[in-house]
């Protein structure tokens, strides 16, 4: 939002020698972020003098056609011949020139030059070329009413006016205009405020040449059109209001339109004027009818859905509400007769039809962020008399409907602001800060919030705002006391754990977006079946193609991998670390709010947390391409799926994790070369690790071997020893034991270590692979598996017999499980 601080003036009554800076300042700390502080024509040095064109002769040339203009500066500058290349203006037109020793924008500084054969002397200005606006295409033309041939036309255009670029917060659509800034100004100073939107309101004229109505009570409750006849739409915008609208970077687009936009910046109401000679029958504010189209302003026809809210005539749809005028109902310089068009939308539909056709505009800005539905008839009013007082235009009907209520009453503790962030911050004080937005107070303990301020609905609103006018910057900063002996929870080391061994193993961690949409589950081949498949939906989400929480960290990953890809980056090792939701199940729950005024009951805590899906910590990976390059040291080094599974034992066995392993066939992993990961003693699923899915690798133009992983961090955190703890450090003995087994070609290693743990039991302190043998001797379709044991006793020392007894549950463990028997 950009506004003149000459324009804020007239309705705040800010002390003469404040500085831009210290207004800026002000406005920070009450939440609107000056983003610039911008001058006007800025640069711009030497005389700017209003003249009179008394001749034009055109010069045609081989590379364009011009103009030669003599222009009578007054008596100070005299009679100027300068060559002028647009065409806007005509024989006794006013117009603004830059004499030669003028410093026009980009510090070009003017002189006489010889031009397509002439001698030009100076420049006759646009605005951009004087630096205020951007209009390049016509040159600046003023009204005889309004200036006199050799005035300074500086003051008339607004040359060295300040004007601030503020940032609005969504919440606070208010402030998109120079009324609400002009209040909050004014309640920071101390001063007088002058309310623009305090006027004569119409009364209906039921005399049959306008009739409106709205269809739907809550898509619009209010809304007024006012019809004016004998418009002269070739009467000029006066200086004043071009001025103005130039400085908050609107352009002019002739009377009608830049009164609705002055307006609409001035107020925060957006209006729009329908040429009315185009409208047939009564207006109506209505849903889109299926299949209906209308030609927007811009020249786009665009198909309407059943959820579109239109402005419509009895032919069809003039203009989408909110969003944009029609072109079938635009005003052209022949409009002789216009219609006023104020409502009161909602705000959900007119952001939806926004995102829909992919249209945004300063009408739905200001629509999407709550518009004071208390304006439409008073703004319109304001319009009305402009449009008379410029054009002589005649007022001949006026339509309202009104649905809004006042608002109701809310109880409020005038004590809650100093108890919420721990500063003295008296009744008094309170009082006098919500009385300064607009805050009417029904009793001691009762208050009306303002009707521009949609966002006030609760009482830890009201609280926010106190604070807020108070001075967020007199709270006091007191850094909390960390109890001793305290630090990361259990949940945080593990998260911190966790990415220092991946990052030790040459992976990059990423940080993604937690968005997806189905198209991505189903280039991972995750059906419908799979319980990943059950996402929860968005009700506003950032993107169409992207309506759902994750319910997997894959489909973020890959996205990731084929940007980089793209960019050439072709060997890869990436993870992150983020939260998967899983929507439990489809019933609709009953939402429990509990009360803001005291802290909630273990009971209430549970009741809100019912509601939430299942939500997990998960640490996801993809590897693909060379781990080690080719170098001085050696051969090129490829990563391998099995490094997936392996960085998924170093994650449970670093966290003193006890897991077992088994194959697994799911998607998108390769069903023989994937192994999932359970809980030891509850098997409770922990990860999944291996290779890709060949055919999810071609489909997504991933390189051939690609591995992945997923780890539930939340399950390995409640499966993990103690981190804080250190076991007993035994000086028992250990005994080894080697063990050779026979098992056919399908049989996974990690289904004999789990067999050969079970057997051992406890006694069991570690097990390690250390050879795979196959020959033609062992038998077809057989292979070798030679495990090296560790056995420590928690007391007492082994023996051999006790050797030969472990030795032999092993072995009756493993023949049961996968149909081992020992090699001789």
Known sequence: MRVSLEWLREFAALPKNVKPAAIAEVLTWRGFEVEQILVQGEGVKGPLVVGKVTSIKPVVSPKKTVRLCQVDLGPKHGRRQIICGAFNFEEGDLVVVAPPGSVITGGVKLSARQVYGHTSEGMIVSAAEVGIGEDHDGILVVSPKEAKVGQDAAPLLGIGDV????????????????????????????????????????????DGSISGSTKNKTACDRVVFAKIEAFDAMAPSPAWLVKRLRASGVRPLGLAIDITNYLMLETGQPLHAFDASKVKGAISVRFAKSGEQVETIDHTKRKLSKDDLVIADQKGALSLAGLMGGASSEISQGTRSVVIEAAHFDPVVVAKSGRRHKLSTEASRRFERGVDPALPNVVAAKAVRMIQDLSSGRLTGVSEVDFTKPLPAMRFDLQAPARTVGAEISPAEATKALKSVGCEFVGSTRLRVPTWRPDLTESADLVEEVVRVWGYQRIPSTLPKAQVGRGLNPTQKLRANVADLLTRRGLVEVLNQPFVGEAALADLRINSSDERSQMLAMANPLSEEEPFFRSTLLPNLVATAKRNLNRGNDDYGIFEIGQVTYLANKRERRVHRPALTKRPSKSEVAKVKALLPAQFEVCGGLLYGLRERAGWWGEPKPREWVEAVDLVRDILSENGVSYETEPVEVAPWHPGRAALFRDLATGALLGIAGEL?????????????????????????????????????????????????LVDEGVSVAAVETAIKRGAGETLESLRLFDVYRSDS??????SLAFAMKFRPKSGTLTAEDLAKLRAEVLRSAEKAVGATLRT
């Open 163 to 206: 004007v601030f670029d503020v940032a609005v917060m969504p919440d606070r659509g208010y402030a998109l205009s120079v009324r609400g800034l002009a209040r909050e100004l004014a309640g920071a100073f101390g001063v007088k405020f002058k309310d623009p939107a305090k006027g004569r309101a119409l009364r209906p004229v039921r």
């Open 693 to 741: 899915h060949p055919g999810v690798v071609k489909d997504l133009c991933l390189p051939v071997g690609a591995g992945a992983f997923e780890v539930n961090l939340d399950q390995v955190v409640r499966s993990a020893a103690p981190l804080d703890s250190v076991g007993a450090v035994s000086v028992l003995p250990i005994a080894k034991e080697d063990i050779a087994l």
């Open 778 to 783: 062992l038998g077809r379709g057989k292979k």
